[in-house]
């Protein structure tokens, strides 16, 4: 059964930094591309980041680019997303998402290619 649990959301206040982490089990880490989802309140679920299998490749929303880093660890089959310089337009329902694909370096951004999705950790950023 393939489980991706996150953690590390929370409150924080205006420029603070948050650090989230997407623990997987049940697959093949290395076989998947990661990346993180965010949905507000009242609107959809949009692309913030995401990284290919082995790291060498990473993407970002233009709202999180410059701000955020996606990272992952292979050996503990775990993907972050450090986010600094927080604003209150970050507070959102965050989701850890995983693509299977056969290539090394892609990462997508279209959330209709991923094949399994966590839970959600909520993030809220106070002004």
């Known amino acids: 059964q393939v489980q991706l649990v996150e953690s590390g959301g929370g409150l924080v206040q205006t420029g603070g930094s948050l650090r989230l982490s997407c623990a997987a089990s049940g697959l093949t880490f290395t076989i998947y591309t990661m990346g993180w989802f965010r949905q507000a309140p009242g609107k959809e679920r949009v692309f913030v980041a995401a990284i290919s299998r082995i790291g060498g490749l990473t993407s970002y929303a233009d709202s999180a680019r410059g701000r955020f880093t996606i990272s992952r660890d292979n050996a503990k089959s775990t993907v972050y997303l450090q986010m600094n310089s927080m604003t209150p337009e970050d507070t959102a329902i965050y989701y850890c998402?995983?693509?299977?694909?056969?290539?090394?370096?892609?990462?997508?951004?279209?959330?209709?290619?991923?094949?399994?999705w966590g839970q959600g950790t909520q993030v809220a950023v106070s002004s």
């Open positions: 998402a995983a693509y299977r694909t056969s290539s090394i370096e892609t990462s997508r951004a279209d959330s209709r290619d991923y094949n399994f």
